[in-house]
Nanobody, 122 residues
Framework: QVQLVESGGGLVQEGGSLRLSCAASGRTFSSYRMGWFRQAPGKEREFVASISRSGFMTYYADSVKGRFTISRDNAKNTVALQMNSLKPEDTAVYYC???????????????WGQGTQVTVSS
């Protein structure tokens, strides 16, 4: 398994931007597909974005497509989520995860970070 630590969350006004980062420990980071999920109060954790091992393939939830960008740096063992044009409905705890399987299914993610809070005010 890989250990993950997220950072970069905070409070931002509607229309603003934030960049989340996830740092991974371990020498096997490049062998994992990586993803970002989020969980709002009273709701289930949901898929936001994911990226292939090489970084060439990316996938997004419809709700964030065109606004969020996922990227990774295998040399630095990091994955980032650039979030632009933020909306109040983007408010949630954002989690970084690592998987050897499906890009989308929570159950196939092996490791999770502790989460970072993102709050978007209107």
């Amino acid at each position: 398994q890989v250990q993950l630590v997220e950072s970069g969350g905070g409070l931002v006004q509607e229309g603003g931007s934030l960049r989340l980062s996830c740092a991974a420990s371990g020498r096997t980071f490049s062998s994992y597909r990586m993803g970002w999920f989020r969980q709002a109060p009273g709701k289930e954790r949901e898929f936001v974005a994911s990226i292939s091992r090489s970084g060439f393939m990316t996938y997004y939830a419809d709700s964030v497509k065109g606004r969020f960008t996922i990227s990774r740096d295998n040399a630095k063992n990091t994955v980032a989520l650039q979030m632009n044009s933020l909306k109040p409905e983007d408010t949630a705890v954002y989690y970084c995860g690592a998987t050897g399987g499906s890009y989308y299914q929570i159950s196939e993610y092996d490791s999770w970070g502790q989460g970072t809070q993102v709050t978007v005010s209107s």
